[in-house]
């Protein structure tokens, strides 16, 4: 299933590469694996490997991806702005363009300051709470990903889940610790008793409204209300990490319409077209504390660059267009029910949470409310699942915490046809189960 070209590759990489493989969720180790599959190229809703073999993919890049693998509009987009430039460190009207769009179409965000990921956006994000409140303390929540740095590297998601470090990585000082709380998520009884004894240190209280890191785990009704309304109430700031969700659920953010009142809002993923870029944004108010005005610092060399620019510019017109995220959810929901269908047919104690585009198939008869409920799951069995389906031709992300993607570029054929490879591959599991 691992082609000869991959397994040089790897080799090549594990003498290279710090374990081989530059973000730890690529990893095939915590599937078992003794090598990834290596990426040739990717077009519409598939890949091709390094050894030639096809195929469809729902990992999306880790979800960037919504509109499919080389659209011809960023393509053009790119190949344009290819023949004016690479990198300017001077301002272009790329930039200012994206920066309207990005206002408009989210109302909570007065101004944007672009960056080139979602770590620098939320690093950036925290920065300014506490600029803003004076304050220390972050308030984050169990199981979500908000990137790789010191602060939220505690109790975190993703691939710090699965793929080494654990969820609370080394090299974090004690110190950056100590301004850190780490609260089960759908649960406002911990974050009301936080308030009450910690309220007036709280500077941000920030959050995945609908979370993509421990599994698709979806806010019980009234759970954003609450979660606004107690951070007001002891004057710290909301920050909406909608760096997965932004963009692929629907044209703008989702956190609002479900409750939440962000003050910084954070993006990344979708909206760089599959480009390096990020960004954060929040009232007029408090972005006025961004160096140059004001005493916040935060700069970037790479930040608005305009290959990035272009690409998501061309990428925000494909979401914009009448019907798309219509059929982001008809895609979605299609082969999300055939899977369950196909799982529960066999006997699986599987799950689902499914939000627009993007799910899981949880290994456990119910889908979580929390990180400690996702982390009771049938591992073996994902696992098991995983390789059955990269076998018929079906690439998923190799951890039981990440979502399936879909995007514009799979065909109404290639969903049928994972739907059969997952009927296929639970069938394997369940013949497998009698053997045993
Ligand atoms: C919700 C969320 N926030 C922040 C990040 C960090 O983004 P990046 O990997 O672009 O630094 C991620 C990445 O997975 C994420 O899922």
Redesign the pocket.
């Known amino acids: 299933m691992i082609g000869e070209e991959s397994r040089t590759l790897w080799e090549r990489a594990q003498a290279a590469i710090a374990g081989g493989v530059n ?1 730890p969720a690529r990893s095939f180790r915590p599937m078992g694996g003794d090598a990834p599959l290596f990426i040739r190229s990717a077009a519409g809703g598939r890949f091709i490997d390094a050894d030639g073999r096809s195929y469809i993919e729902f990992l999306a890049a ?2 960037p991806n919504v509109i499919g693998h080389g659209h011809p509009k960023v393509l053009k987009a790119l190949a344009a702005q290819l023949g004016e430039g690479l990198l300017f460190g001077a301002p272009c009207r790329g930039e200012v363009e994206l920066a309207e769009r990005l206002c408009a179409a989210i109302p909570e965000m007065e101004q944007v300051r672009l960056v080139s ?6 690093m950036s994000a925290i920065r300014l709470a506490r600029a803003a409140t004076g304050r220390r303390v972050v308030v984050k929540f169990d199981g ?5 740095t010191d602060t939220v590297l505690v109790r975190t998601g ?2 710090a889940a699965t793929a080494g470090g654990g969820h609370d990585s080394e090299g974090v000082p004690d110190g950056v610790r100590q301004d850190v709380r780490s609260l089960p998520f759908n649960d406002l009884g911990a974050l009301e008793e936080l308030v009450r004894r910690e309220g007036d240190d709280l500077a941000a209280v920030l959050i ?1 409204p609908i979370s ?2 421990m599994g698709v785990v979806v806010p019980q009704p009234g759970y954003l209300e609450g979660v606004s309304r107690l951070a007001r109430s002891c004057g710290a700031l909301v920050i909406d ?5 932004g963009f692929r659920l629907r044209y703008g953010i989702i956190g609002p319409t479900l409750g939440l009142s962000p003050d910084i809002v ?1 993006l ?2 979708a909206i760089g077209g599959g480009l390096a870029l ?1 960004a954060y944004g929040a009232r007029r108010d408090l972005m006025r504390r961004i160096a140059p005005l004001g005493p916040m610092f935060q700069a970037g060399t790479l930040a608005g660059n305009p290959l990035s620019v272009a690409a998501a510019l061309a990428s925000l017109d494909v979401l914009a267009a009448p019907g798309v995220y219509e059929t982001l959810e008809a895609q979605g929901s299609r082969l999300a029910a055939g899977v369950l269908t196909a799982g529960l047919r066999h006997g699986q104690r599987v799950s689902l949470q499914r939000v627009g585009s993007m799910f899981t198939l949880f290994f456990r008869p119910s889908p979580p409310r929390d990180y400690h409920e996702a982390q009771a799951h049938d591992g073996a069995a994902f696992r098991a699942f995983f390789w059955e389906m990269l076998r018929r031709g079906v690439y998923l992300a190799p951890s039981p915490y990440e979502a399936w993607f879909v995007t514009l570029g799979h065909t109404g054929e290639e969903i049928l046809a994972a739907i059969a490879a997952a009927e296929e591959s639970f069938a394997a599991l369940d013949a497998q189960a009698h053997e045993a």
């Open positions: 973000s880790f979800g990921s979602g770590t620098e956006a939320v979500n990903y908000h990137g790789h993703s691939g995945e993509g890191n990490d909608e760096i997965i969700v954070c990344g993923k990020g």
